[in-house]
């Protein structure tokens, strides 16, 4: 698996116009976190950052992270756990990295493709994609990118689940294995569902007709 570089530097813990300054100058508050690291306050370039998230899948991408705090220069192995983002504007207000010991295993989401085109579809049937990601449990070096799907074989009424997946050496599912990945439906089963959520907007609109009526 490919690994990603990032820069960081150390920081100080300041106040929320310390953190705004910070991020007037297009860096990304972030922690580093992990039991060899301890809580470690870092700070990253908004712009390098984004560009990962945008090209990599962060649940499950391993990032070299080169820390330089004063003279001193260190590298961890790391994923990120998590991003927060302004809900408008969608700039990056912080980030999460977690250290990754090679030897231990690690519990991440792993993105599902699916593959194939339905055989049903010919016939009318309608796919619906449940479930995007799969929760595993594998060492680092063992992570997969993406898992695949194949759906080819579907058809109308048919599904796809965890338990149907074949897990990659060294990877275990954490998720159900009953958990439904996809499905193809019958044309008349999506109809009827579009009329049922028809009916109950207008079971809706018209109870709050009835009441503006008792409210006059």
Known sequence: MENINLSAQGRERGTKGDV?????????????????????????????LDTIITNHSIGNTLINLDVANGDE???????CREV??????????????FQVVLTEQIITEIPIVLVGEPAGIKDGGILQHMLRSVTVSCLPTQMPERLEADISSLEIGDQISVGDLEAPEGVEFVSEPD???????????????EEETEEGIDTEDEAAEDQEEQEE
């Open 73 to 79: 220069q260190e590298t961890y192995l790391v994923m």
């Open 84 to 97: 927060q983002r302004e809900p408008v504007r969608r700039e990056l207000l912080h980030a999460d990295f």
């Open 20 to 48: 705004r300054t910070l991020r007037c100058q297009g860096m990304v508050p972030a922690v580093l976190y992990g039991k060899e690291v301890g809580n470690v306050l870092l700070q990253v370039s908004a712009k390098e």
């Open 179 to 193: 958990s439904v990945i996809a499905l193809l439906l019958a044309p008349q089963m999506e109809e009827e569902e």
